[in-house]
């Protein structure tokens, strides 16, 4: 049964500087220092882009004293491809459906 694509993480992976945090926390987990470094971005703007990956449930947050860090959690995006895969399968099967006009 093909299921529907989430299109809030898609939305949310929809913005450059969010899809960059993404990629560098796929690589390791980042403190936001870390990731204003790497990204050019200020503080502040960062914090709102990491809070709508939390609220996505793309990322969560780790405390180490007086830092937090940032992981990506792998399961949504595993979730999601996933979905595309079950997508591009049903594209494949009903390529040769077409409805008469």
Do not use: W
């Not at 937090?68 to 979905?83: D, I, M, N």
């Amino acid at each position: 049964m093909l299921t529907s694509v989430d299109a809030d993480v898609i939305r949310v992976l929809g913005d450059p500087l969010r899809l960059k945090i993404v990629t560098l926390l796929a690589r390791e987990t980042l403190c936001t220092t870390h990731l204003v470094a790497e990204t050019g971005a200020r503080q502040t703007n960062l914090s709102n882009h990491l809070k709508v990956l939390r609220e996505a449930g793309l990322v969560e947050t780790e405390p180490c004293g007086r830092f937090t860090y940032y992981k990506l959690c792998p399961e949504v995006l595993a979730g999601l491809s996933e979905q595309f895969a079950e997508l591009a399968a049903s594209a494949r099967a009903a390529a040769g459906n077409k409805r008469p006009c």
